[in-house]
């Protein structure tokens, strides 16, 4: 069986190379993502970014959009996996230190070393 994205009234497959591509657009588009540039709350400005980044896409707008919203989605739950994987990390080291004899933890350094 295969999924296809659907988006309206049309399929859309997204490779990475084209994923890519939006994502090397969207960047040059700072009007669309970043809340510094003096023209980001312009939402007409901002459309007419969109509307650009579709062209240049070759794709609707509203499917570039909802690509982007995925692709940022993505990005915010892998950068937070990283940051727990991290955390529980530094806390199974740090509870495993605690349990063990000052002997074990010494030699645990010292194989460390080397």
Known sequence: MRFVERFGNCEME???ERATEL???YKRKEIIWGPKHPMHFNKIR???AWEE???EMNRPVDECKKKMKKLLSCLRRE???MKKAVEQD???NYLYT???PIFYRDMK???STH
């Open 53 to 55: 980044l579709g062209k």
């Open 14 to 16: 997204w490779t990475e």
């Open 98 to 100: 605690l349990a063990m």
């Open 90 to 92: 530094f806390q199974l």
């Open 79 to 81: 950068k937070m996996k």
């Open 109 to 111: 350094q010292l194989h």
């Open 23 to 25: 994502i090397e657009l």
């Open 46 to 48: 901002k459309q007419y």
